[in-house]
């Protein structure tokens, strides 16, 4: 069997002038040098978004004013553009556009248009909804109203539900946002309900077998260590405790339990993956067609498989890509085959950092992202990024290595939980993980110091195998011939998130002519996704996007650009005409 490979040099890159397109290589970015005025930044979005269409008066209410992009432009041009990324493409050149994706948690502080379409302008790229809280209306509403922003102003936010998980936690503290337990208190833990106001000092919680499993002399340790519990003694459903390290105790919080200083994990593994409640969640996000549904305390690949055939079983149109998240002993035991058998990772570092001792957290983290991008799938940084944030409007020295950390590891992406969902700084916390991720990453291109990464293959098929050859091999080209974009032609996504893999000095431009993968496309570091019709013919696919590229100012004449595509697997190199 042999496939055309074609290796084409279109006429004007056969006299290549390297001289104008590297002249954008270090375009002098003012923001990159301010880690600590986020506020600031949002500013300068948002005069950014209006000055880079100078004829349009600035909107008070939006950020982006409404006829700049609105999507009867988006539908006229006849290309799908995220019009943050454009507005930021315009201001900084190819070269300086932030690479590392941003995934917010919305909660009570972020649930409201405003404050949605401010996460928006300010980088979020996928909106995470948590099942562990709120009612389905609530999530449902928060949907809708992503999807009305999208469609209004032109942003292009992929929505994660990630589901509850069926692990032992508390009940909801009867309506109170917080508790505070002090050490020497006596509190009760118990699986009575109560119909009548929850007692003091007690607290309920969510697994019958919980006081006929607990020995007295046992720890109970809340949300990873935030609270400490001795288990005192055991009455019937109750078990008393003494506070042995004070804390605030949030509603849901999960519980682990320590013996002889390991955790006991018997009873967890009795419990489902996917709980009951899951399995309506689950629904729920198909039906509303969520992007990605991200599995809490995922134990072994069968599960993953369980759950996607009965998504394909109960919607064959529905494409949505399951996150696999990392956060329990069991799923570090079988980590190779769950991420293989996902569409993605999470490194969940708040349940993770209960299971494992804290110093070896870190180590794990660089493991999960590594070993993801070595099987082709993205992973997301998840928990206490910036958690100072909750309430400060700066972040600390060290929350600041952190996020730093993991843009130099390469994840695909970081995530804010509390600081964005009911925090007082959520788009400080924004501002933060946005300068912080485009600094490291300007950092690392110019010091080219960054270890280059042997890639193992990953490709299933000999066809497979030349799309994973034509991308590693652009990649190659692109940095040695620093060129401004490699711009990939992909219907399933596929060849984009080959390239992604290698991380390349450039950013990636993917189009593809379904609206879903460009979503998902979102959560891939250094992808910037179109949606736009195209056909095999790659001379007219590349004309078409030059000229809308072109009439909305994004390339220009000259710009050197890379072409891969996944229908004919070419390459191609030339400058803009
Ligand atoms: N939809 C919501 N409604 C109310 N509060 C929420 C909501 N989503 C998140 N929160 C608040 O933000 C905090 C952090 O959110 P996050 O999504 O990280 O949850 P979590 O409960 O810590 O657990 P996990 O991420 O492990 O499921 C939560 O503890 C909760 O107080
Ligand atoms: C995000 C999440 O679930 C965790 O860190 O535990
Ligand atoms: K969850
Ligand atoms: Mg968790």
């Not at 509303?288 to 549904?293: A, L, M, N, R, T």
């Not at 992973?379 to 600041?400: D, G, K, N, W």
């Amino acid at each position: 069997m042999s496939t055309p490979l074609q290796f084409i040099s279109t006429s004007p890159a056969t006299n290549l002038t390297f001289s104008s397109s590297t002249k954008l290589l270090f375009a002098p970015h003012s923001n990159l040098g301010n880690i600590t005025l986020p506020l600031s930044l949002l500013k300068k979005t948002s005069i950014k978004a209006a000055s880079s269409s100078s004829s349009l008066p600035p909107s008070n209410s939006a950020l982006i004013p409404e006829s700049y992009c609105s999507s009867s432009d988006v539908a006229v041009s006849g290309i799908d553009v995220d019009t943050v990324t454009e507005a930021e493409l315009k201001e900084n050149g190819f070269r300086s556009t932030r690479r590392t994706k941003l995934v917010c948690t919305i909660g009570p502080a972020t649930c409201g248009f405003d404050e949605l379409e401010a996460l928006a302008v300010g980088g979020m790229n996928v909106a995470r909804i948590n099942m562990c809280h709120g009612t389905r209306e609530w999530h449902k509403c928060v949907i809708d109203r992503v999807r009305k922003l999208n469609e209004d102003k032109g942003f292009a936010v992929a929505i994660m539900m990630d589901t509850q998980g069926s692990e032992i936690h508390m009940g909801d503290l009867g309506g109170e946002s917080s508790v505070k337990a002090e050490d020497g208190e006596i509190w009760t833990f118990t699986v009575r309900n109560f119909d009548a106001p929850r007692p003091q000092r007690t607290i309920t919680v969510n697994y019958d077998g919980f006081a006929e499993d607990m020995r007295v002399g046992d720890e109970v340790v809340i949300d990873g260590g935030m609270v400490r519990f001795e288990v005192i003694e055991k009455i019937g459903p109750d078990v008393k405790c003494l506070c042995t390290d004070s804390g605030l105790l949030l509603p849901r919080a999960n519980l682990t339990f320590w013996r002889e200083g390991k955790v006991v994990r018997e009873r967890n593994a009795m419990l489902p993956t996917i709980s009951a409640k899951d399995w309506l969640d689950i629904d729920f996000g198909i039906a509303e067609g969520v992007d990605f549904i991200a599995i809490s305390f995922v134990k072994s690949a069968e599960v993953i498989n369980h759950l996607k055939s009965y998504i394909a079983a109960r919607s064959r149109e529905s494409d949505v890509a399951l996150i696999a998240k990392i956060e329990s002993i069991d799923s570090l035991k079988n980590l190779e085959e769950i991420i293989q058998a996902s569409d993605g990772a999470m490194v969940a570092r708040g349940d993770l950092g209960a299971q494992i001792p804290l110093e070896q957290v870190p180590s794990v983290q660089q493991k999960i992202v590594q070993l993801c991008r070595h099987l082709n799938k993205p992973v997301i940084v998840a928990s206490q990024l910036l958690e100072s944030m909750i309430e400060y409007p700066t972040p600390t020295r060290a929350e600041v290595a952190d996020v730093s950390e993991a843009v130099r590891q390469r994840a695909d992406a970081l995530m804010l939980s509390g600081e964005s969902a009911m925090g007082q700084y959520p788009e400080k916390s924004l501002a933060v993980l946005r300068s912080v991720s485009l600094r490291i990453e300007k950092w690392w291109r110019d010091e080219k110091s960054y270890e280059v990464m042997e890639l193992n293959g990953v490709a299933s098929s000999f066809y497979d195998c030349i799309s994973e050859e034509i991308c590693n091999c652009a990649t190659k080209m692109a940095n040695n011939l620093e060129v401004d974009a490699v711009f990939v032609y992909t219907k399933t996504g596929h060849m984009a998130s080959l390239l992604s893999r290698c991380r390349p000095d450039c950013p990636i431009f993917a189009f593809t002519s379904t609206t879903s993968v460009r979503r998902r496309l979102n959560l891939q570091w250094g992808l910037i996704p179109f949606r736009l019709n195209f056909s095999d013919d790659m001379e007219s696919n590349l004309n078409k996007t030059f000229s809308l590229l072109k009439a909305r100012g994004m390339i220009k004449t000259g710009d050197l650009v890379i072409a891969v595509s996944d229908m004919l697997q070419s390459i191609q190199v030339m400058n803009v005409p």
